[in-house]
T-cell receptor
């Protein structure tokens, strides 16, 4: 079956702009989580959506938001971009029904560069 | 706050030898731990996991050890192979796998 698909793969934006990233999970998976990866910081949890509802949220400012559609596809939006938002954004899909006997499957990520 | 820490940014070992990657965590609520492997230009892929009710889990060349009292886990790769060269992330979760906290990663280089 198809894996997790993230679009676009690469993106260059200027400070102050906003950006929307997309993630299509594995068919049948209802949970989508978003992570930001920067050098030295590892992967930091942004938020998780399950059945169109935000279920968990990490410690990021309100400029970072997301949503999930009825087909489980998810979008992440970052408004008023800052240089520090340059990172690899990864999404992971899973069944999402815990306990943790299933593992999350990651997409290849979207590399965002803010100039 | 870094709830999961990988204090070694890099590790280099000779092919055939053992690779030991370490991870420490601070949140005693974590009860499930995972290791992910990441190659350049690819998303992380799941490697091995362990729940807090165990202290060891083995899968082929990969073994994860958990010391709950020390809040420490380690990944052992024996024997190490050049194809194991990648960045390894340790992750921990309190309940749902989709709310993982990751360490900063350790870049493993296995030399032929």
């Amino acid at each position: 079956k198809a894996g997790v698909t993230q679009t676009p793969r690469y993106l260059i934006k200027t400070r102050g702009q906003q950006v929307t990233l997309s993630c299509s999970p594995i068919s049948g998976h209802r949970s989508v989580s978003w992570y930001q990866q920067t050098p030295g910081q590892g992967l930091q949890f942004l938020f998780e959506y399950f059945s169109e509802t935000q279920r968990n949220k990490g410690n990021f400012p309100g400029r970072f938001s997301g949503r999930q559609f009825s087909n489980s596809r998810s979008e992440m939006n970052v408004s008023t971009l800052e240089l520090g938002d340059s990172a690899l954004y990864l999404c992971a899909s899973s069944m999402g029904q815990g306990p943790v006997d299933t593992e999350a499957f990651f997409g290849q990520g979207t590399r965002l560069t803010v100039v | 706050d870094q709830q999961v820490k990988q204090n070694s940014p890099s590790l280099s070992v000779q092919e055939g030898r053992i690779s030991i990657l370490n991870c420490d965590y601070t949140n005693s609520m974590f009860d499930y731990f995972l290791w992910y492997k990441k190659y350049p230009a690819e998303g992380p892929t799941f490697l091995i996991s362990i729940s807090s009710i165990k202290d060891k889990n083995e899968d082929g060349r990969f073994t994860v050890f958990l010391n709950k009292s020390a809040k420490h886990l380690s990944l052992h790769i024996v024997p190490s192979q050049p194809g194991d060269s990648a960045v390894y992330f340790c992750a921990a979760s309190a309940f749902l796998v989709n709310d993982m906290r990751f360490g900063a990663g350790t870049r493993l280089t296995v030399k032929p």
